[in-house]
């Protein structure tokens, strides 16, 4: 596992010294984003649970502090109280003391003097060594991306990965080892991210191609819970390191045109067996078009199976636009809580009805649409493509800050061939935003065996069929489902 510390480009070159045996049994290599870096909880928070703590605790708190006074007797500065003695084994603070005291001040002074983050760590330097390894791994099969979720803070907070990656809190528990009868969980807290997620996928991507990577069969991206900021997903136009500060450029290719048409040959060789890319992307306003960058193609250009994703939020007003490419072996399309041009998703399909079979689209992937709006997409599609797969959530509606109705589709087998066996499913879910779920997590559903009577069942959601249960937010606003569903009988 590669993080994005100083501390990593040490292990990376460490890494490139091994034996040449070593390094051929690596076929898989994470990056995770989550820094690994702790720091102290801001003086306020810290005063609210010392002032809410038990008395043991007080008392646990005075003994270290008095004890760190008579250890550091160079550090002292003038007291805010006197700290008496207390006898060993004592469970009650001196008289006039309590948590409230303000020894507690100096307390937190102590230790948010000494508990601090490293400094941002050199981007270029790590990339650098990651070339070298990466030259030394013939059999890398696999990149994956992701984040601690939830962060790592548990009751063995101190432990090798902090002591690791947060020098001075080390150095600050083994000069003090009664550290650990202190509530450190709920004193610490993992730091920002060093890196983005653009930054570092663009980037580990054009150290494989540069090291020559031959055998990369998949890019994963997972559990990346935290990436919610648009401006941190990877834009398809601006698919490599060029507008990042993690390599170096040559003179010779300070424009993007040359800087991709350069690299252009390496991605080709380092991807070429590359068959699922998974990537968490940013979007573009509908009216505008989107270049979309030659590596990015260039990368894709022989995979089967290619997953679009962005962050859930149902306010997205940015779309992902397919390119209009011939990819000759895809097989699967997924796109992932992130909205897509409808458009230029029939066309993706209209240019690749040979190879495409699945298709999902789950989340809230497009505008509003009614009953009519769905049959007709749906239609035309069956008409383009013969997809053996089929999973959509269409949004019937979508309320700012609320949640969205869902109507879902689901066919499993040939959808034009007659007489081969085809499940058609038609479903519906309503969800708030406070809900952390995939949309078909509590749907109701219903089941046909031909085309008509899938059609008929999709006109009938709301009417005679399936109406969804309704579901009321967290908020004091709530989508009054019934009233949505009886406003869309549109036959």
């Known amino acids: 596992m590669v993080r994005f510390t100083d501390t990593e480009t040490r292990k990376l070159k460490r890494l490139a010294s091994n034996r040449p045996e070593k390094l051929s049994r690596i076929n898989h290599l994470v990056f995770n984003l989550t820094s690994p870096h702790v720091r102290f909880i801001p003086e306020h928070l810290f005063s609210h649970w010392a002032h809410s703590s038990s008395l043991s605790i007080g008392v646990k708190m005075f003994n270290f502090y008095h004890n760190y006074r008579e250890r550091n007797p160079s550090e002292r500065k003038s007291e805010v109280v006197e700290a008496s003695q207390l006898e060993p084994g004592s469970e009650q603070l001196p008289p006039g003391q309590d948590p409230g005291s303000g020894y507690l001040l100096a307390f937190f002074s102590i230790l948010q003097s000494i508990i601090q983050p490293p400094p941002k760590f050199d981007q270029k330097a790590l990339f650098e060594a990651l070339i070298g390894v990466l030259k030394l791994l013939p059999n890398l099969q696999t990149i994956e991306f992701m984040e ?3 962060h790592p803070r548990d ?14 809190l080390k150095a600050f528990v083994q000069k003090n080892p009664d550290l650990e009868e202190l509530p450190w969980v709920e004193w610490l807290r993992g730091t920002d991210n060093q890196i983005r997620f653009d930054t570092a996928y663009s980037t580990a991507l054009f150290c494989a191609a540069v090291a020559g ?9 997972n559990r990346m819970r935290f990436i919610t900021y648009y401006d941190t997903a990877v834009s398809l136009s601006r698919f490599s390191t060029y507008d990042t500060n993690s390599v170096s450029i040559p003179p010779s290719l300070l424009t993007k045109q040359r800087y991709e048409a350069a690299y252009l040959e390496h991605y080709q060789r380092a991807f070429e067996n590359l068959k699922r890319l998974e990537i968490w992307c940013s979007g573009v306003e509908l009216d505008k078009p989107e270049q979309v960058s030659p590596l990015f193609l260039t990368t894709i250009e022989n995979v089967q199976e290619l997953s679009f994703r962005r962050p859930l939020d149902y306010r997205n007003i940015y779309f992902i636009k397919l390119p209009n490419t011939t990819l000759p072996n895809i097989r699967r399309l997924e796109i992932i809580s992130a909205r897509v041009d409808l458009n230029s998703l029939q066309d993706f399909a209209r240019t690749n009805k040979n190879s495409l079979r699945e298709l999902m689209l789950q989340g809230p992937c497009n505008d509003d649409m009614r009953k009519p709006e769905i049959i007709e ?8 493509i013969d997809l053996e797969i089929c999973q ?17 589709v689901d066919v499993n087998g040939s959808w034009r061939e007659e007489g081969v066996a085809c499940r058609y499913r038609v479903g519906s879910r309503c969800a708030n935003r406070d809900e952390h ?14 085309w008509e009577e899938f059609i008929l069942g999709i006109k009938e959601v709301g009417a005679s069929g399936l109406v969804p249960r309704f579901q009321r937010s967290m908020s004091d606003e709530f989508i009054d489902c019934q009233d949505h569903w009886r406003r869309d009988r549109t036959w």
Not at 155 to 168: A, C
Not at 377 to 384: K, P
Not at 437 to 450: K, L, M
């Open 437 to 450: 779920f995939e949309p078909w997590d509590g749907a109701d559903w219903v089941e046909q065996q031909t």
């Open 392 to 408: 959509i959530d269409f949004v019937t509606r979508r309320k700012e800050m609320v949640g969205a109705c869902f109507l879902l």
């Open 213 to 221: 990577c031959r055998r990369i069969t998949e890019i994963k991206v």
């Open 377 to 384: 997409f749906l239609e035309t599609m069956r008409r383009i």
């Open 148 to 150: 601690d979720y939830p």
């Open 155 to 168: 009751r063995h907070l101190i432990g090798l990965l902090f002591e690791e990656y947060n020098p001075s």
